[in-house]
């Protein structure tokens, strides 16, 4: 198991920045990927960005503007917010991907952090 625990969240001006924080109390090395998803009142979670050995991934709303990026040293992921947009407001939850033992793909989650933006 792993806690996951985020931070960074706030509120800032539309056009403005924020860093948010994931800290895994395991190595996250040993995760297949490590994410960030995002969920706003009445409506689904969806995948901001996904980082794994060799790839990233950002869904199309955030590309250009947002970075995903990974401490393995330090078991942090961040998640770089730039160019912010009212639309960019919601909770983000950090999330951790993994296989178990009998091959079935298992997910961890943390608390969330609450993102605002204003327009």
């Known amino acids: 198991q792993v806690q996951l625990v985020e931070s960074g969240g706030g509120l800032v001006q539309a056009g403005g920045s924020l860093r948010l924080s994931c800290a895994a109390s395991r190595s996250i090395i040993n995760f297949?990927?490590?994410?960030?998803?995002?969920?706003?009142?009445?409506?689904?979670?969806?995948?901001?960005?996904?980082?794994?050995?060799?790839?990233?991934?950002?869904?199309?709303?955030?590309?250009?503007?947002f970075t995903i990026s990974r401490d393995n040293a330090k078991n942090l992921v961040y998640l770089q917010m730039n160019s912010l947009k009212p639309e960019d407001t919601a909770v983000y939850f950090c999330n951790a991907g993994a296989t178990d033992v009998t091959g079935l793909p298992r997910d961890f989650w943390g608390q969330g952090t609450q993102v605002t933006v204003s327009s």
């Open 32 to 65: 297949e990927s490590m994410g960030w998803y995002r969920q706003s009142p009445g409506n689904q979670r969806e995948l901001v960005a996904r980082i794994t050995s060799g790839s990233t991934n950002y869904a199309d709303s955030v590309k250009g503007r």
